[in-house]
């Protein structure tokens, strides 16, 4: 094959250290809109982001030439100093140190887009916590519960 065809959609989460409810709604919709940027600049293109106070879900298209690694510690270490920048309450902000991501379906995106635009009305039924270790379990991962949320 003369070029690189490449269709790759992946769905990452990771939460605030600790879990804190750092992301209220003064700057919840920015942050997105600041990360789905980021993605989109570095050739990731979004289809949604989205979360709650405590974590984010980014559903985007793996460039080929962007290690998935790279793309979530650029978003991660872009957007926690830009939340720094906007008020002083956030100085103390910070990102988990993992993150999981999940191999989507090119059928299944729209699934995964309205699971993450309807984040706030999901958790008032479950946890954070249960919904990533029901979607670890989902998706075959194998995981010690010490170091999912650090």
Not at 75 to 104: N, P, T
Not at 119 to 132: A, C, D, G, L, P
């Amino acid at each position: 094959m003369a070029s690189s065809l490449v269709l790759n959609y992946i769905h990452i989460v990771f939460s605030t250290r600790n879990r804190r409810n750092w992301i209220d709604s003064s700057i919840e919709d920015e942050l997105h809109n600041y990360m789905g940027g980021i993605c989109q600049k570095l050739g990731c293109h979004p289809l949604r982001v989205g979360g709650t106070s405590n974590h984010v879900h980014i559903l985007c298209q793996l460039s080929k030439n962007m290690p998935l690694s790279k793309l979530v510690e650029e978003i991660k270490s872009h957007s926690s100093k830009w939340i720094k920048s906007k008020e002083s309450k956030y100085l103390k902000f910070y990102w988990q140190k993992g993150y999981g991501a999940f191999s989507v379906n090119y059928n299944r995106t729209d699934i995964v887009v309205n699971y993450i635009k309807n984040q706030r009305q999901h958790h008032r039924i479950k946890s954070f916590e249960k919904e990533y270790k029901e979607l670890l379990i989902k998706e075959g991962i194998e995981f010690d519960e010490g170091y999912l949320y650090g």
